[in-house]
């Protein structure tokens, strides 16, 4: 329906625009946003080699310039989405989304509702236990004087920003023991993110992750992934902190690797795509989102969050898992690729 005549009268496939952020080395934590001209040089390559035109198209802040630039696009155009947001404005990712929305454009990946959702963890969180998953207990503190006498859950606890995503805000003392420590923790965390701080009970055991592809027969869950704290030094607390995620030289980040396929039982890998699955419906995904989850004490599993358009560079997890299930990388992006070509208009399932 949307290829073009090619001059021997046979068709081409359609152009694909591929949408990216620019990074604010200026900026703290820019890391995370940075990594995405490795996936944007890996997707071009791919989408070239399957005979595809592709035009990159960098979106800068304001938003008023990144809505011009789209807005020259023709309606239908194919938009290959890999935009994470301006550096410092994760909600920016979302009004992206809107715009590609209004503007009726073709896009991979999953609608802005939940983008929105991806980022906001405590309404994900009454959304996913509405569904039957299970997330961790929790409580979203946006001022001090909420925190009750006594909490709801024990401690230790573990604190993030309630309304981000990519382990911003995520260190060694993100891990609480105590009250005094917590109300400590609390006040800096809170000038820094004023949406507020998510005080979760601590899941103690094992974490994993899932990705879910979308296919030609609906979401397709691919082999979870084990993140290996075993390396850690005893001081250093199991948790994926923003330098372990996102620091390569670090000590941490070389201490926590990710193992695909997870090297657990085969009941609890299944239960981790059950779970996934769930999750990414719960939350109106559409073509690819990662799903992290942690067991707590007693080995029952929770949903941490889920990732909508979760990094699609070839070293990352995605890819990772997508080859444990015989995908090359040529597969997973014209997979999602495919999806948004073929795939009903954005919607809210
Ligand atoms: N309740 C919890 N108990 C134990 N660890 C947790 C809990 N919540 C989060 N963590 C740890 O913090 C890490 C980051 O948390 P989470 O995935 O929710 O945040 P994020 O900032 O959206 O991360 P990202 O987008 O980078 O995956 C997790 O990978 C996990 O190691
Ligand atoms: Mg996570």
Redo the contacts with the bound molecule.
């Keep these: 329906m949307h290829q073009e005549d090619d001059v021997r009268g046979g068709t081409m496939p359609a152009a694909v625009t591929l949408i990216h952020n620019t990074s604010d080395q200026s900026l703290p934590e820019s890391a995370a946003e940075e990594g995405v001209m490795e996936t944007v040089e890996a997707v071009e390559q791919v989408l070239c080699e399957q005979g595809r035109s592709v035009f990159r198209l960098p979106l800068t802040a304001p938003l008023s310039a990144a809505a011009l630039t789209l807005e020259r696009l023709s309606k239908g155009s194919l938009v290959f989405n890999l935009f994470e947001g301006f550096p410092g404005d994760p909600s920016s990712e979302v009004q992206v989304g809107l715009l590609l929305k209004a503007l009726a454009l073709r896009a991979t990946g999953c609608p802005p509702v939940a983008m929105h959702l991806g980022l906001h ?1 405590p309404l994900a969180k009454r959304l996913l236990s509405a569904e039957g998953v299970p997330t ?1 207990a929790g409580l979203h503190v946006r001022r001090i004087e909420e925190v009750p006498e006594s909490l709801p859950f024990p401690f230790p606890v ?1 604190l ?1 920003p309630a309304v ?5 805000g ?1 260190g060694p003392s ?1 891990v609480v023991q105590d009250r005094a420590s917590l109300i400590e923790r609390l006040d800096d965390l809170l000038d820094r993110f004023p949406q507020g701080v998510l005080v ?4 103690a055991g094992r ?1 994993l992750n899932c990705s879910v592809v979308e296919t030609a027969e609906g979401p397709h869950p691919l082999p979870p992934s084990l ?1 290996d704290y075993s390396a850690l030094s005893p001081g250093y607390p199991p ?2 902190t923003f330098e372990a ?1 996102w620091a390569p030289e670090s000590p941490v980040y070389q201490q926590t690797p990710t193992l695909c396929p997870a090297p657990v039982e085969p009941e609890l890998s299944n239960r981790v795509q059950q779970l996934a699955v769930l999750s990414y419906r719960a939350l109106g995904c559409r073509g690819y989102a990662r799903v ?1 989850l ?1 067991e707590d004490g007693e080995g029952s599993l929770c949903v ?2 889920v ?1 909508p358009n979760p990094d699609l560079a070839p070293s990352a997890g995605l890819a990772k898992q997508a080859r444990a299930e015989g995908w090359d990388y040529a597969h997973l992006v014209s997979t999602i690729l495919g999806s948004a070509e073929k795939g009903e208009p954005w919607t809210f399932e």
């Excluded at 981000?164 to 911003?168: L, P, T």
């Excluded at 979760?200 to 899941?203: D, G, I, N």
């Design positions: 963890k961790a573990f993030k981000n995503d990519a382990s911003h995520i993100s979760e009970s601590f899941l974490e993140v948790v994926l995620k992290d942690r941490l969050e990732n």
